[in-house]
């Protein structure tokens, strides 16, 4: 992972546990608004494909970005595993008997992270899953959700409205999940890159493209079915404020491909209405 301003990181707060986030501001005088980034399974809040191009190109545009950096994706075949493998009550013993103790303030501290857990934004020592697959999927979902919000008060801390929840692949399912269920009244822009939903977890993407508060971007590389749900849902429900973008695929050329994402994203952001520079939470 390249090195990154340290003024550019930030370490939020969601629940009990901290993460990273990455902040750019607006290159120009007057801040257009700010995007919330949320990268999908496996990515982290400056990967190269999509999330940093994004990031990194907005603000020369005058639109701030936050990208955020989420916990490692949920596996529920691990979880059954997990559940249903016999516990080695030998070997356990032996394991704490030979484990140093490890304390906050003294004794053996936990191991620093590696570089690749620093770019992602997860401790070392990650918290233990609950062995149910319905258990840990719904921890998962607290967990995500979580950060996403701690994502959205950084922005409402900020002052530059409007607020835009973007997420790219299974980000994209979060972010959207997250407006379906929370109705954070300080955001109504959705964009949705590439979405696509986490293995394990219930179908979302396809209601909330009814919901006709919204206004959505759904920015889409090779539209398949998922892709042809989705504009049928906002179509249905008449949500005048859904455009699906079909984003050209340029084979053995990703940095044009990427310019050509963050020029339609731009260009849909750019047909915004203009919101007040002042947090929504001040007034």
């Known amino acids: 992972m390249r090195q990154l301003p340290a003024e550019q990181q930030k370490t939020l707060q969601a629940g009990d546990e901290s993460f990273l986030a ?12 700010t ?11 400056d990967w190269p494909n999509v999330i940093a ?3 990194q190109e907005l603000p020369t545009y005058g639109w701030q970005t936050i990208s955020l950096s989420l916990p490692d994706p949920y596996d529920p075949v691990v979880a059954i595993e997990r559940d249903t493998a016999p516990v080695d009550t030998d070997a356990q013993a032996n394991s704490e008997q030979k484990a140093p103790p490890v304390t906050g303030g003294s004794g053996t501290a936990p191991a620093a992270p590696t570089q690749a857990e620093a770019g992602s934004g997860e401790p070392a020592q990650a918290a233990v899953t609950p062995a149910d697959p319905e258990a840990a999927a719904n921890a998962q979902t607290a967990r995500v959700l979580a950060r996403i919000a701690a ?3 950084l922005a409402l801390q900020q002052g530059a409205n409007p607020i835009v929840l973007a997420g790219h692949g299974t980000g994209a ?44 971007a759904d920015l889409v590389h090779a539209p398949g079915q998922p892709a042809q749900q989705r504009k049928e849902r906002a179509a249905q429900k008449a949500n005048k404020g859904y455009r699906q973008i079909e984003l050209p695929v340029i084979p053995g050329d990703r940095a044009a491909e990427q310019e050509q994402t963050v020029r339609r994203l731009r260009a849909w952001l750019e047909r915004l209405p203009s919101a007040p520079s002042e947090s929504p939470a001040a007034s």
């Open 22 to 33: 990455l902040l750019l501001p607006s290159a120009r005088a007057k801040t257009a608004g």
């Open 35 to 45: 995007v919330v980034l949320v990268p999908g399974d496996g990515e982290s809040a």
């Open 53 to 55: 191009p994004v990031r």
């Open 151 to 153: 994502g959205i008060d």
């Open 173 to 216: 399912y979060w972010a959207a999940r997250y407006l379906a269920e929370k109705e954070p009244a300080e955001v109504k822009q959705l964009v949705l890159i590439d979405a696509r939903a986490p293995q394990g977890m219930p179908p979302r993407l396809d209601a909330t493209m009814g919901k006709t508060d919204l206004q959505i």
